[in-house]
């Protein structure tokens, strides 16, 4: 970290860390299938993340011991659906995920390019004022992933869109624990009772960003949401920049603030803010009897007053070795190997749908009986050309028995079931459910009395 004047520092933040629940990959794995076919349009994502104290809840409740070093966004089966309702102990983090077809396109994708063009619209919300009103779109997911449909693997890179300013926030002083600076239970009791307000007038989860306002010398503390930062910035009170806090670092803040402080530099042009670091549970009924959440003093050095260029963004997450690059979650090993047998032919019809039949009706297919006079060498290769495109319910008719020369050139066929002439009409059993788990036992009428042909 550097350090800058005497009693200073660069301001550091703890970044986010992707956590992403299987059923994530599943809902995407289908939207793949069904909707996005070949496409690559980036699609609307919503994660979630919790402050602190949520956090350490839950991994209290998992049996967690220490908590980890790190804060979470959350994905989801959800995380694709927009209007999902939101958990009340989480803050929305809006954004798009993109799918592409093969890995060499996840290789050609500009990471750099990627998260400018995020930063660029976050830039011109700050510019708008539209961020003021609408808080949430200061805090952003983007991802870029592919998915080996067949081998149920995905390859992916996450990015949590951070706005660098011309000259970076500074750390004026340690961290102060909110007890030190309100110490009247009575006014903390006000804070608490606001964010439970603020929390009730939301209809999508709590505000990432708000603003605590105190008259007189503290003791009536008032939350108010973030659009009245500069009706409340420009009063004689003292007043605090609140935000729901990830971070459990004692001296370090969570990513959100680093947007936060943007919009303070380049749009209120304030030279130093006070921070309340929220890190409490949002829906507890009672405020905490030792509260977790942290007051910062922060200098906002000035920059160009008239720069209005677009700024520069980082917010990649690094990977399992601490790196950055992409990561890598294999589900094959928690598959049913038989449902992977059927996913994996019924992609290879949606493929050859996707790029050349467009109007093949796969599902047509599947529910059509076939009847097939003879189960020799032609009636085999008939058969498997009639599953590869996706017929599923076949029923043989076959006059005889198999010879030693049939298994070479019949695929339904073993050399057991010419030694034992007794068990003919069994001989496709061990071979049929090969395909695709869904087919049905394979009939054999009248049992099979062709007689071996040496």
């Given at each position: 970290?550097?350090?800058?004047?005497?009693?200073?520092?660069?301001?550091?933040?703890?970044?986010?860390?992707?956590?992403?629940?299987?059923?994530?990959?599943?809902?995407?794995?289908?939207?793949?299938?069904?909707?996005?076919?070949?496409e690559s349009t980036p699609q609307p994502l919503c994660a979630l993340y919790s402050p602190a104290a949520a956090a350490a809840h839950?991994?209290?409740?998992?049996?967690?011991?220490?908590?980890?070093?790190?804060?979470?966004?959350?994905?989801?089966?959800?995380?694709?659906?927009?209007?999902?309702?939101?958990?009340?102990?989480?803050?929305?983090?809006?954004?798009?995920?993109?799918?592409?077809?093969?890995?060499?396109?996840?290789?050609?994708?500009?990471?750099?390019?990627?998260?400018?063009?995020?930063?660029?619209?976050?830039?011109?919300?700050?510019?708008?004022?539209?961020?003021?009103?609408?808080?949430?779109?200061?805090?952003?997911?983007?991802?870029?992933?592919?998915?080996?449909?067949?081998?149920?693997?995905?390859?992916?890179?996450?990015?949590?869109?951070?706005?660098?300013?011309?000259?970076?926030?500074?750390?004026?002083?340690?961290?102060?624990?909110?007890?030190?600076?309100?110490?009247?239970?009575?006014?903390?009791?006000?804070?608490?009772?606001?964010?439970?307000?603020?929390?009730?007038?939301?209809?999508?989860?709590?505000?990432?960003?708000?603003?605590?306002?105190?008259?007189?010398?503290?003791?009536?503390?008032?939350?108010?949401?973030?659009?009245?930062?500069?009706?409340?910035?420009?009063?004689?009170?003292?007043?605090?920049?609140?935000?729901?806090?990830?971070?459990?670092?004692?001296?370090?803040?969570?990513?959100?603030?680093?947007?936060?402080?943007?919009?303070?530099?380049?749009?209120?042009?304030?030279?130093?803010?006070?921070?309340?670091?929220?890190?409490?549970?949002?829906?507890?009924?009672?405020?905490?009897?030792?509260?977790?959440?942290?007051?910062?003093?922060?200098?906002?050095?000035?920059?160009?007053?008239?720069?209005?260029?677009?700024?520069?963004?980082?917010?990649?997450?690094?990977?399992?070795?601490?790196?950055?690059?992409?990561?890598?979650?294999?589900?094959?090993?928690?598959?049913?190997?038989?449902?992977?047998?059927?996913?994996?032919a019924d992609l290879n019809l949606k493929l050859m749908r996707w790029r050349f039949l467009p109007d093949l009706d796969i599902d047509?297919?599947?529910?059509?009986?076939?009847?097939?006079?003879?189960?020799?060498?032609?009636?085999?290769?008939?058969?498997?050309?009639?599953?590869?495109?996706?017929?599923?319910?076949?029923?043989?008719?076959?006059?005889?028995?198999?010879?030693?020369?049939?298994?070479?050139?019949?695929?339904?066929?073993?050399?057991?079931?010419?030694?034992?002439?007794?068990?003919?009409?069994?001989?496709?059993?061990?071979?049929?459910?090969?395909?695709?788990?869904?087919?049905?036992?394979?009939?054999?009428?009248?049992?099979?009395?062709?007689?071996?042909?040496?």
């Open positions: 970290m550097a350090s800058g004047d005497e009693g200073t520092k660069v301001l550091a933040h703890l970044s986010f860390s992707s956590s992403i629940d299987p059923a994530f990959w599943t809902v995407l794995s289908e939207l793949k299938m069904t909707k996005l076919k070949l839950r991994s209290e409740q998992d049996g967690g011991g220490d908590e980890p070093a790190v804060a979470w966004m959350n994905l989801s089966g959800e995380s694709l659906d927009i209007a999902f309702e939101t958990s009340r102990r989480s803050v929305r983090a809006g954004g798009t995920v993109m799918v592409v077809n093969t890995m060499d396109a996840f290789k050609d994708i500009d990471k750099k390019d990627h998260l400018n063009k995020a930063a660029a619209e976050m830039s011109a919300h700050v510019d708008s004022g539209a961020a003021e009103q609408d808080p949430s779109l200061l805090v952003r997911c983007e991802g870029v992933v592919f998915s080996d449909l067949k081998n149920y693997k995905h390859v992916y890179w996450f990015a949590f869109p951070a706005l660098c300013p011309p000259v970076p926030p500074v750390l004026a002083g340690a961290p102060a624990p909110l007890s030190t600076r309100l110490a009247s239970a009575d006014t903390r009791q006000l804070l608490h009772r606001g964010v439970q307000q603020l929390l009730e007038a939301s209809s999508t989860g709590m505000p990432p960003f708000f603003v605590v306002d105190l008259a007189g010398s503290g003791d009536v503390c008032t939350v108010r949401p973030f659009s009245d930062v500069q009706a409340v910035a420009a009063g004689s009170n003292e007043w605090w920049l609140a935000f729901v806090d990830p971070s459990n670092f004692a001296t370090n803040p969570g990513w959100p603030l680093r947007n936060a402080l943007f919009l303070l530099q380049r749009r209120l042009k304030l030279t130093a803010v006070t921070v309340l670091c929220y890190r409490d549970v949002l829906d507890a009924k009672e405020p905490p009897q030792e509260s977790r959440s942290i007051v910062l003093q922060v200098g906002l050095p000035a920059g160009d007053p008239s720069a209005t260029s677009i700024p520069t963004a980082v917010g990649w997450e690094a990977n399992a070795k601490g790196k950055m690059g992409a990561r890598i979650v294999d589900l094959a090993p928690f598959m049913d190997p038989r449902r992977r047998a059927v996913e994996s047509k297919l599947a529910c059509t009986k076939v009847l097939l006079v003879g189960a020799g060498t032609l009636g085999c290769n008939v058969a498997r050309s009639l599953m590869a495109w996706g017929f599923r319910d076949l029923v043989f008719v076959d006059n005889g028995k198999v010879s030693f020369s049939n298994p070479t050139r019949q695929w339904l066929f073993e050399f057991s079931d010419c030694v034992d002439p007794a068990r003919p009409s069994e001989g496709t059993h061990p071979r049929y459910p090969a395909s695709p788990p869904p087919l049905p036992p394979l009939p054999l009428f009248p049992p099979p009395r062709r007689p071996p042909t040496l």
